[in-house]
């Protein structure tokens, strides 16, 4: 079984950049799908973005399009998010999770297999 461990997190301010890492423990990582979630209080946990397998195909919500990019490298067991340009809206607890499916994890609601305990993002104005 995949255990998920988030890392990264903190506070940037508007116009900024981090990297979140998600770090994965056992064997089969590289045969599942990741993803990025974020969630703000009082509010339901949204898609960020996913990745592959493989890599590829790479998906992205629309109000990151061009400011985030997930990426994997399997030998690490370690999924990324570099996040640019960061916004006061994109303040939120980040979540990683898992899935064989890539459609599980874009589907709206998503429920994957496996998710991290997260990690908070804050983006000062």
């Known amino acids: 079984q995949v255990q998920l461990v988030e890392s990264g997190g903190g506070l940037v301010q508007a116009g900024g950049s981090l990297r979140l890492s998600c770090a994965a423990s056992?064997?089969?990582?590289?045969?599942?799908?990741m993803g990025w979630f974020r969630q703000v209080p009082g509010k339901e946990r949204e898609f960020v973005a996913a990745?592959?397998?493989?890599?590829?195909?790479?998906l992205y919500a629309d109000s990151v399009k061009g400011r985030f990019t997930i990426s994997r490298d399997n030998a690490k067991n370690t999924v990324y998010l570099q996040m640019n340009s960061l916004e006061p809206k994109d303040t939120a607890a980040y979540y990683c999770?898992?899935?064989?499916?890539?459609?599980?994890?874009?589907?709206?609601?998503?429920?994957?297999?496996?998710w991290g305990q997260g990690t908070q993002v804050t983006v000062s104005s």
């Open positions: 990745i592959g397998w493989s890599g590829g195909p790479t």
């Open positions: 999770a898992a899935d064989r499916s890539l459609s599980v994890l874009t589907r709206a609601p998503s429920s994957p297999t496996l």
């Open positions: 056992g064997r089969t990582f590289s045969s599942y799908c």
